[in-house]
């Protein structure tokens, strides 16, 4: 490994619960790079994601990242009771990055006093990703970034992936419909 | 860094009035017993500070479901962990937490329950030594209960089983304080059952939590 990459999978084989998922799988990230993994409902997108993050252990390989990595998932993680401004606030603040900012670039800006169990289906998808936004981490772990998000929602998440990109991140990504990532590298699972 | 968590720990009890639960519970204990008993003022002097720290084990099991279960579900443990946060970090910023929550409560809520038992002011004392001793092992214990059944249904009955056994030397020697009150005998081992739960608690729940990811 060079040192430049942010991400490298090396022959990691992944099982869950018996089955066999995927293996001898490689893929390198540097800067700028992305990768969009495909596949069936079950296919191990989200167990590839979990593996880079560090959140699961592969039954073989190394998985190596020279630098922190933002998960947007299913995980809302976000405290239903306090205020959107608030429950971002809180990670944006263990991170060092900037929630306003954040909200900004994905159209929460007006939700921002709005308590968190009060947000729609599209809207929370908005929050994960503005967290990821705000967490400055240089790698992004995208699980269905485009699930539940409207137009305007897709256009300001490919937005703010090409400036991420542009700004030296790495993203991987894992989605059934396509997302506007150019010249994304594919994974097929 | 820990202090946000353990914040944040308290602001998710206090929020939605889930801190009130065991102290009403405890409370509502201390006001049936007299009824049961019947008021005859010596024999509540003698078994009410029994009773109280049975209701105070039983209150410090109500949270069980609600100190890890939910922040598993919602993703929480996973987006601290990606942030480097240990596993037994977390833990432990939720033991502190849930305990500032739950102890002095609890002692506070102790001085009327000892009135509606009519106990003599030096049992109250002893009462309130033993809790503030005692409540740190059961605030270890549900942690570890709550981690370990984190994900499986029905897990506060089954938390409800495994903590049971693992409380009854706190109960023991809690309890056993308040009979005998010169006795420095109860009061150190309480405070090492205490400190023994409390000393596992971030290992054994950090340990539980890394295990229900798989």
Same mark, same amino acid.
């Given at each position: ?189 | 860094? &820990? ?20 102290? &009403? ?190």
């Amino acid at each position: 490994m060079s040192g430049t990459e942010l991400l490298a999978l090396e022959r990691i084989t992944c099982v869950r619960g018996g089955r066999l998922l995927f293996e001898e799988l490689d893929l390198t990230l540097a800067p700028g790079d992305a990768a969009l993994a495909t596949g069936a409902n079950g296919a191990g997108k989200s167990s590839l994601l979990r593996l880079a993050g560090g959140l699961l252990r592969a039954a073989s390989g190394l998985v190596r990242r020279s630098g922190a990595a933002a998960l947007a998932d299913e995980g809302l993680a976000l405290d239903p009771r306090r205020t959107l401004g608030e429950a971002l606030g809180f990670w944006a603040r263990l991170d060092g990055g900037d929630a306003g900012v954040a909200m900004e670039a994905m159209g929460l800006a007006r939700l921002a006093a709005v308590p968190v169990r009060m947000l729609s289906t599209g809207q929370r998808k908005r929050a994960v990703l503005a967290r990821a936004i705000a967490s400055g981490a240089p790698l992004w772990l995208l699980d269905e970034p485009a699930n539940g998000l409207d137009g305007e929602g897709l256009e300001r998440l490919a937005a703010a992936m090409a400036a991420h990109r542009a700004a030296g991140g790495a993203i991987l990504a894992a989605s059934h419909v396509p997302i506007a990532l150019a010249d994304a590298r594919a994974v097929a699972l | 860094m &820990i202090g946000a968590l353990v914040l944040r720990e308290l602001r998710m009890g206090a929020g939605g009035g889930a801190m009130l639960l065991p102290l &009403i519970f405890f409370l509502l204990v201390a006001t049936l017993f007299p009824f049961a008993v019947g008021p005859d003022t010596p024999l509540l002097a003698r078994t009410g500070g029994g009773a109280l720290w049975i209701a105070a084990l039983l209150a410090a099991l109500l949270p069980v479901d609600r100190l890890v279960e939910p922040d598993r579900e919602a993703g929480v443990l996973d987006q601290l962990t990606l942030r480097g946060v240990g596993e037994e970090m977390v833990a432990a910023a939720k033991l502190l937490g849930h305990w500032l929550g739950f102890g002095p409560p609890l002692m506070l809520a102790a001085v009327p329950a000892a009135i509606l038992m009519k106990l003599p002011q030096d049992v109250l004392l002893r009462l309130e030594l033993g809790l503030l001793l005692g409540t740190p092992g059961l605030a270890a214990l549900s942690l570890i209960a709550g981690a370990l059944t984190a994900g499986l249904r029905s897990g506060g009955a089954l938390a409800g089983l495994l903590v049971l056994p693992v409380a009854v030397p706190i109960l023991i020697f809690g309890a056993g304080l308040i009979e005998r009150g010169g006795d420095t005998g109860a009061v150190k081992l309480l405070a090492a059952a205490s400190l023994l739960l409390v000393a596992i608690a971030p290992f054994a729940a950090g340990a539980a939590i890394r295990a229900a990811r798989d």
